[in-house]
């Protein structure tokens, strides 16, 4: 079973498309996240959601727009995909300061 | 949010040296501090806690020195397959609140 699953693995879409990207977590935690990966290997948070309540955006475009249906799912669309949108996203899970999981990236790529 | 500073490497290091990593965050409040490891293409994995005390698990050990807000990871013995990125992660207040990465050291382990 896997822990932190999210789909789809590989994304290649066109500027100016609208794409999601699912997560979902079996691990009864109370907090998810996305963290993006860019091409210099940075990782950063993006979101994160405790118990379906958004908690942090951190200075994210607002073409980025999480949605939490319940607190085992955290989905990210983002509308109108430019270029500089390509990177690696990772969902995360956790709960409290430690347990962290990660899910095994979503690699977008828009041309 | 406050940032995480380490050295991106590479580091080449021959089957079996000893190598030392270190990095430095820059928020005196933070939390918790963790060593994750992240291989080509791979979701980062959690390696190891690091505590004050310092601890060790197997060939690893991890210290803190909190009045230099400084984290070290020392690999001993080292193996092929230590080959990876070494990422230090901070977590500068509760859990809901998310990691912040350093980007992390290159590690290349020669045959």
């Known amino acids: 079973d896997t822990a932190v699953s999210q789909t789809p693995k590989y994304l290649v879409t066109q500027m100016g498309n609208d794409k999601s990207i699912k997560c979902e977590q079996n691990?009864?935690?109370?907090?998810m996240y996305w963290y993006k990966q860019d091409s210099k290997k940075f990782l950063k948070i993006m979101f994160s959601y405790n118990n379906k309540e958004l908690i942090i955006n951190e200075t994210v475009p607002n073409r980025f727009s999480p949605k939490s249906p319940d607190k085992a799912h955290l989905n990210l669309h983002i509308n109108s995909l430019e270029l500089g949108d390509s990177a690696v996203y990772f969902c995360a899970s956790a709960r409290g300061n430690y347990g962290y999981t990660f899910g095994s990236g979503t690699r977008l790529t828009v041309v | 949010r406050k940032e995480v500073e380490q050295d991106p490497g590479p580091f080449n290091v021959p089957e079996g040296a000893t190598v030392a990593f270190n990095c430095t965050y820059s928020?005196?409040?933070?939390?918790?501090f963790f060593w994750y490891r992240q291989d080509c293409r791979k979701e980062p994995k959690l390696l190891m806690s690091?505590?004050?005390s310092g601890n060790e698990d197997g060939r690893f050990t991890a210290q803190l020195n909190r009045a230099s807000q400084y984290i070290s990871l020392l690999i001993r013995d080292s193996k092929l397959s230590d080959s990876a990125t070494y990422l230090c992660?901070?977590?500068?207040?509760?859990?809901?609140?998310?990691?912040?990465f350093g980007k992390g050291t290159h590690l290349i382990i020669q045959p």
């Open positions: 690091v505590y004050s």
């Open positions: 691990l009864g935690h109370d907090t």
């Open positions: 992660v901070v977590n500068e207040g509760g859990g809901a609140d998310g990691l912040t």
């Open positions: 928020n005196s409040a933070s939390q918790s």
